[in-house]
């Protein structure tokens, strides 16, 4: 990562550059719960009823890991920017010593408690023993992930996002081949799945290790003789959001369930496949704002507050055509992708009607979701935060109302309805939190520059 490439470069190929791997990267992160699905789904509708159920715990996992990594990111990126390498170095080495750490503590508490969560929401043997032979595989990899994710978004600091593309499709492919063995030819169901994802998960762990030791790029995780907890405090004060951030979807998922099952169990196994259905549009959407944290904070620290605008003008148009084309798709074939999951004709038809009303607030969540990758990539987690808790916890409330009024399809009507609050929200403080000071400062650039043309 150098001055040329991060100040210099013409916005657009330079957010191409650093968005595209990571979306492609992101895309085939996705793949990971959604081809566990498509298999367990031939096993039956109980079997993909239960990974629905513990689908919200088992994501926590990702959140703690992602969300700790963008502040390490965050903090990199921007002690890069203002040439301040040495506590780049610490931040990277504290990153990586408490993404650890993190998984270890998200593991052993999401294992005792995951058997009581279970039952809350269903009364089934059948759904309960396929929900707990999954989950106590899964959780025991959850250190990988969280430190996955810290050298994950260590290297997207500095610019390596072919590196952590080749990481993520290597556990990726692992786990589409080994799935089908470890699932049908061993015979062990749904812990199979999960095995094959924690394999995978291993895999990638080991190659991003490998490249970060023993690759150049500008970081070496090295601690320092002064005090870290200035540090610490700016790792947690953008992790600590951006966790929350990407853990209250799963706190949703949990509350939804909750209201749906008083319904039918059958509504818990649609929001799972429309949510694996959605994570393709989230996720491409998440990659390219992982791509711009990067180049956010380093112009940032760079005092280019012109080039974080320009950056954020190009993320979100492509973001919104993402969710122009994902909603275009949801209205025309509904029924056929709720049927990569199920055969049975009611789930169906009750799925795709279902994804019709949800899918009618893709478009204006493309600003949320935009507008707090920018704030994350600022090192601003309040405002970032608060747009998330918008999104996410505001449903809950909306879904009880509307469900008390129009049933189960209530729950469907709170996506869009939420979505459209938190539109206007996200735009609210950007212009407060970021827009009206960024425009002082932009001017005051421009005036520095023509006066330094002046005397040239």
């Not at 040439?83 to 998984?103: E, P």
């Not at 994350?376 to 009024?405: D, F, N, Q, T, W």
Request: proline share 3%; net charge positive.
């Amino acid at each position: 990562m150098n001055e040329t490439f991060m100040k210099e470069k013409p916005i657009i190929p330079l957010v191409a550059k650093m968005s595209l791997p990571v979306v492609l990267s992101m895309i085939i992160n996705a793949l990971y719960n959604f081809v566990d699905s498509i298999f367990v789904s031939k096993i039956s509708e109980d079997a993909m009823t239960a990974i629905s159920l513990v689908f919200p715990v088992q994501n926590l996992s990702i959140a703690v890991g992602v969300g700790f990594g963008v502040g390490i990111s965050a903090a990199v990126s921007f002690f890069m920017g203002a040439k301040k390498f040495d506590a780049a170095n610490r931040s990277a080495a504290l990153g990586l010593i408490l993404g650890t750490l993190h998984g270890i503590i998200l593991a052993a508490v999401s294992a005792g408690c995951i058997a009581p969560f279970v039952k809350l929401f269903t009364k089934s043997d059948v759904i309960i023993g396929h929900a707990l032979d999954y989950f106590y595989v899964v959780v025991a990899f959850a250190p990988i992930i969280t430190l996955s994710m810290a050298f994950e978004k260590l290297l997207q600091s500095v610019g390596k996002m072919m590196s952590t593309m080749f990481c993520m499709m290597l556990g990726a492919i692992v786990n589409i081949i080994l799935d089908p063995v470890f699932i049908f030819v061993a015979g062990w169901g749904v812990k199979g799945a999960a095995v094959a994802t924690g394999i995978g998960q291993t895999l990638s762990l080991i190659a991003y290790a490998i490249i970060f030791f023993k690759t150049k790029h500008g970081i070496k995780a090295k601690l320092g003789k002064k005090s870290e907890e200035k540090i610490v405090k700016k790792l947690y004060f953008v992790g600590v959001p951006a966790t929350l951030n990407l853990a209250l979807p799963s706190f949703m998922l949990i509350a939804l369930n909750g209201i749906l099952t008083a319904f039918s169990e059958i509504y818990v196994l649609i929001l799972g496949v429309y949510y694996k259905l959605q994570t393709f549009l989230y996720f491409a959407i998440n990659g390219v704002v992982q791509g711009i944290r990067p180049l956010v904070g380093y112009n940032l620290g760079a005092g280019r507050d012109d080039r974080v605008m320009g950056i954020f003008k190009v993320s979100l148009v492509t973001s919104l055509i993402v969710m122009v084309i994902g909603t275009i798709l949801c209205l025309a074939i509904p029924d056929l992708l709720i049927g990569i999951f199920t055969d049975n004709p009611q789930t169906i038809s009750a799925g795709a009607s279902a994804v019709r009303i949800m899918c009618a607030g893709f478009i204006v969540s493309a600003s949320g979701v935009v507008i707090c990758g920018l704030f994350e990539g600022l090192g601003m987690g309040v405002p970032s935060l608060i747009i998330s808790i918008i999104r996410y916890v505001l449903i809950i409330p909306v879904a009880l109302v509307a469900s008390k009024i129009v049933g189960a399809k209530g729950v469907w009507h709170a996506f869009w309805i939420t979505e459209l609050i938190a539109f206007f929200v996200s735009w609210i403080c950007f212009y407060f939190c970021y827009y009206k000071k960024a425009k002082v400062r932009i001017a005051d650039f421009k005036k520095e520059q023509e006066a330094q043309q002046i005397s040239e």
